[in-house]
């Protein structure tokens, strides 16, 4: 009998990669292969969108929300910042943090990179209930819990 640990971890991979060379293809194809790091122009949006001014505090938030290094985050804001779909400031009052703000660039790059994101996960969940999807979300939640307690 095949360890099912085993194969559900190889299964998972080549859903990841698959899904990952998926959504690099979209963009490619909507000529946003510059972008870089689409979910973090999509988190700085929805983020903005709370903020009153339009305006998100940097690296140390946005490494949280997307569960990579601070120094990851701070490579990918420089990039994006070079190549104008955002704009940082320093905090009023604190110097060491930065506020970043997306610039009209950065918003239509946001509207074309979430777009791309729904046609890949309309296309990976086709054929599947809302029954499903909704007990797959559960599944993939339970999972994410279990990875991030800290093990004795």
Do not use: W
Request: aromatic share 4%; hydrophobic share 35%; net charge neutral.
């Amino acid at each position: 009998m095949a360890n099912l640990g085993i194969d559900l971890g190889v299964l998972e991979h080549k859903l990841h990669q698959a899904h990952r060379n998926a959504v690099q293809a979209e963009l490619n194809a909507a000529g946003l292969q510059e972008v870089g790091h689409p979910l973090l122009l999509c988190i700085l949006r929805s983020a903005g969108d709370r903020c009153p001014d339009g305006q998100v505090q940097a690296q140390r938030e946005l490494s949280t929300l997307l569960d990579i290094s601070p120094a990851a985050v701070a490579t990918s804001l420089k990039s994006l910042e070079k190549k104008g779909y955002i704009h940082r400031e320093p905090e009023p009052g604190d110097a060491r943090r930065n506020r970043v703000k997306l610039t009209d660039k950065g918003q239509q790059a946001v509207d074309d990179c979430f777009a791309c994101l729904q046609r890949v996960n309309r296309r990976m969940y086709a054929g599947f209930t809302t029954q499903e999807q909704t007990q797959l979300h559960g599944f993939y939640l339970r999972a994410l819990e279990n990875l991030r307690l800290e093990q004795p």
